[in-house]
């Protein structure tokens, strides 16, 4: 009788280890990466997360998923004993984003409390010169032989004059603005686009300038449209 209880003792004692073994998925530092208040020479953020195993069985990362293709998080390792750790090597592009900005990683693995883990991502980005409501012009159809208009506002988001200055432009495109043009801070300018197509097909082109900001010698922006032939009159 003794033995078969210590028998069954020495049983529960292994089934309660076994069901306590388990991985445990941790990210040091907690679930969030913030950036803080970042600029466009800041692009790409950059950032080594390191994932720990605080289990006392293997931990095994089966995928990790950025949000979007702007995310890219390779990872040392995926398969970590007790107590170890991996690092995470984490870059974030910053676009043309402007303010807040979230991103997310979805990290799976066979921590069974925590099968997906999010990391998230986060920075401010303060832009002191934004193209609105596009980064790009849009001249829409467009007819050969017939003017197309294109309108942006390029804003002063900073407290300090930026002079707008060497405008340059490429497949007959004009500005309205051609001298040097001072935006106060907090001011913004309209910039109008104007070109006449001789050609059918898809139109691009480019509109360049310099500024006296030091986080933006310079300014490109795209503009693109489709070109459908005039209207023939049959008489």
Same mark, same amino acid.
């Given at each position: 009788?003794?033995?078969?209880?210590?028998?069954?003792?020495? %049983?529960?004692?292994?089934?309660?280890?076994? &069901?306590?073994?388990?991985? +445990?998925?941790?990210?040091?530092?907690?679930?969030?990466?913030?950036?803080?208040?970042?600029?466009?020479?800041?692009?790409p953020l950059k950032a080594t997360i390191k994932i720990k195993n605080e289990g006392n069985e293997m931990l095994k990362i089966t995928d990790?998923?950025?949000?979007?293709?702007?995310?890219?998080?390779?990872?040392?390792?995926?398969?970590?004993?007790?107590?170890?750790?991996?690092?995470?090597?984490?870059? $974030?592009? %910053?676009?043309?984003?402007?303010?807040?900005?979230?991103?997310?990683? *979805?990290?799976?693995?066979?921590?069974?409390?925590?099968? *997906?883990?999010?990391?998230?991502?986060?920075?401010?980005?303060?832009?002191?010169?934004?193209? %609105?409501?596009?980064?790009?012009f849009s001249f829409g159809e467009m007819t050969i032989g017939t003017k197309s208009e294109a309108k942006l506002i390029i804003k002063n988001?900073?407290?300090?004059?930026?002079?707008?200055?060497?405008?340059?432009?490429? &497949?007959?495109?004009?500005?309205? $603005?051609?001298?040097?043009?001072?935006?106060?801070?907090?001011?913004?300018?309209?910039?109008?686009? +104007?070109?006449?197509?001789?050609?059918?097909?898809?139109?691009?082109?480019?509109?360049?300038?310099?500024?006296?900001?030091?986080?933006y010698s310079s300014l490109d922006i795209i503009a693109y449209g489709n070109v459908k032939p005039s209207v023939v009159d049959p008489k």
């Amino acid at each position: 009788m003794k033995r078969f209880t210590a028998i069954c003792f020495a %049983l529960l004692v292994c089934a309660g280890t076994f &069901a306590f073994a388990q991985p +445990k998925i941790t990210i040091i530092g907690g679930d969030t990466q913030d950036w803080g208040k970042v600029k466009p020479k800041d692009d790409p953020l950059k950032a080594t997360i390191k994932i720990k195993n605080e289990g006392n069985e293997m931990l095994k990362i089966t995928d990790v998923r950025p949000g979007c293709g702007c995310t890219t998080a390779p990872l040392d390792k995926k398969e970590l004993n007790p107590g170890e750790m991996a690092s995470m090597d984490v870059t $974030l592009k %910053l676009g043309a984003t402007s303010g807040m900005m979230t991103k997310s990683i *979805t990290i799976s693995s066979n921590d069974p409390q925590n099968a *997906t883990k999010v990391l998230y991502l986060k920075a401010d980005v303060v832009r002191p010169i934004q193209i %609105l409501p596009t980064q790009y012009f849009s001249f829409g159809e467009m007819t050969i032989g017939t003017k197309s208009e294109a309108k942006l506002i390029i804003k002063n988001t900073s407290t300090q004059d930026i002079v707008l200055s060497d405008f340059e432009t490429v &497949a007959g495109i004009s500005l309205n $603005l051609t001298k040097p043009t001072t935006i106060p801070g907090g001011g913004e300018v309209e910039l109008i686009a +104007k070109v006449t197509p001789n050609e059918k097909g898809y139109f691009n082109g480019v509109v360049k300038m310099k500024t006296n900001h030091p986080d933006y010698s310079s300014l490109d922006i795209i503009a693109y449209g489709n070109v459908k032939p005039s209207v023939v009159d049959p008489k």
